[in-house]
């Protein structure tokens, strides 16, 4: 619902609950779950008083807000991040952040994920991706890509917490994009030329969303598929990643931000690489469903939330 | 005065008084009451060099400006608000907030008590106002809107300060709003059906000015005509009038504001309810104030300070 | 160079040096002193991607640019200050500090020491200044103030540093500016009527750049002619020195700013004295080269960094 009472702009969010009813602390009035004002202490709720309510739906640890026509919520949408809660507590982990930088910037840095070899040299990066090209796949409900290095050293972080680690080994990440910003990652190490069944595999779900034009709400969740019972190692995982974003990512994409202004992204003229392929691929798609949903909008039979 | 030397647009407020004459700690600029730069240390003053200067009045307990042509201050249109003056120094007490918030929603949550039994539920509220409808009066020079309920609880404050209070008592407050911000609160609380003069009754002044569009200064003082010898009694009163505006009322402003963003207030098309009558009225009564100032200054003679 | 990667606008100052060249930490990217990208990680560098960059000199502690063309930067057009390099370590002192106010505030407080009188009354101001005018000669390259008082106490701080000094000195006070905030500031207090070989005399440099519209970077250094051995009194006067700046002239810059807003300087009709007189002159020699600059750079041959 919209966190503004229709009588008297009171954030809602600080009410209670209270016979199916959501009471605005300010002056008592109740709301129903489709926003209607359906009681009023101090008298008759006043015909027609609601505030905008959007179809929720919770599932994979997680809730999603359709922003369009009630109605047409369809939660077979939802991008399937089943293995988050498969995965047992000891092998699963999860946080959220806020950052400064527009949420296409949050995007843009884990589908290039060439930087982690600049940006994080001590832990995730150890060249592997700088070797390769990226392979982008572009399909109809997502975009995604993959960097594969063969026959590479495994990453600080990885030869830090598994020192048993052959010296050389295969590697390869993947990313999976879904509209508007929920990316799955998969990254797999194994012994060189060894069975990819055997291979050390994280799989994380990294999911951005607006908080305003230039600054993200940002969540994460980790599960993975070695030591699975290891509630201290999964405990050190959770802790490095947190670190690694709050003291390297953040400042980043903030000063990037920073340096952009207010300016939208393409109007400052960035030199893109090959790199880029994903991001731009990204960028591109959501620009279409962007005008797709503003037409949408302005058709005659659009209804505006 | 105007806190700005014609100079160098120093504050003046950073100066010294010196032979009567407000000196600026810039440059030793010195200024009289009227803002006249009356002496220069480098050499003469120069010629029809001043400051916009106000008429003020001191009287119960307060500073009143008035931003109109100085010959035209009348200090009989100061609200009367002597029973600050006159309480005794165990039973008065002020104090003096900023808060978020256009100074309008200050007022309104003064002129709608209906509030107090949601957002003061474990103080002020019990349950009282919302049980009856508010009597509104306008006259000439104020606004006022009483709201009485017989044979109900007391206030839960009330009922922990007094327990030796009946259960059921008669209940009255009023307020008498004056323009553009000055409120006399008048509250009183007695036994179910005994006489008017027994009545435990407090008198509060409250008034609110802009700080800005979006932040108010909140002044308040507090008297009653019960256990007037009380300091105790006195300073418990004031701790908890604070800690409610503090805890309660100032961040309900603040976050009202918030969802207001810097829209005009009827631009967002509020729903009125009956119990803003008294709020809507004061509104309205502002709007013909301003617009009439407005014609005023626009007006070939108006002096604009 | 502009601290702008042109790949993703990272901070090129988060980077590091590697073989001559400045190393983006965000993807790797390689630049070389020019600005130009001559390394790139992931392939070869794109052809013309570069970022703008301009001539620097380093002399008299410290880094001049030069924001036009690089190849007409002069050296030569750099002020004097080598009496700064000059002096032993332990008659130099230097600071920085970044304060509210447009840097021509800045300047304008420098060259009308009037104010040390009133706004350093305690240390720096014994009423000296105010007893004479300021001597106001116009150069090609600078424009300089001189205050010459005979006869007069030494400043309260000068007379706490020196209790053997003589009651009755002669001082004076030169402050020569160079566009567009460079300026050197000579003051001397001698035995009155004594030569003035013997007179102690600190010579100082003020620099001021702007950081914002309303903000600005001031830079200091000081040196001086007596006791230059002393490392205890050097680092008094550089303690005293900061003292005063940031609890009186920060504050007061800071306060005119606030009260200016974001007007423009002329556009709220300052009331002038002669005190002003090099203030004055120095605003209109500086909208004299803006003018003729932004002429320069409208002119068909003009190149825009």
Known sequence: MLDRCPHRFAPLSDGWIEDGRLICRYHGLGFDGAGVCVSNPHGPPLRGMSIPAW??????HAIWIWFGDPGQADPELIPDLSYLTAAPATAFSAGMLTGKGNYEL?????MDLSHTDYLH?????????TKVKPDVVEADDHI???????????????????????????FWQRVRWFAPGVMKLTAATGA???????????????????????????FFAATRNFKVDDGELNAMIAQKREEIFVTEDKPMLARVQERM?????WSLKPRMLP???????VRR??????????????????EVA
Chains 1, 2, 3 share one sequence.
């Open 55 to 60: 179809a929720i739906h919770e599932v994979h």
């Open 192 to 218: 060189a030329g060894g069975a990819e069944e055997q291979a050390l595999v994280n799989v994380n779900a990294h999911i951005t969303t607006p908080e305003t034009a230039t600054s993200s709400h940002y």
């Open 275 to 281: 790199i880029d392929a994903a991001p731009v691929a």
């Open 144 to 170: 995604e890509v993959t960097w594969r290095a063969d026959d590479t050293p495994p990453s600080p972080l990885l030869r830090k917490l598994f020192p048993e680690l052959p010296a050389q080994t295969d």
């Open 285 to 302: 798609r959501m620009r279409k469903l962007i005008e797709a949903e503003a037409a949408l909008r302005s058709s005659p039979r659009a």
């Open 121 to 129: 040299p001590a832990t995730l990066g150890g060249g592997a991706v």
């Open 261 to 265: 202004g207010d300016a939208e992204f």
């Open 106 to 110: 949050f995007v843009d840095n884990l």
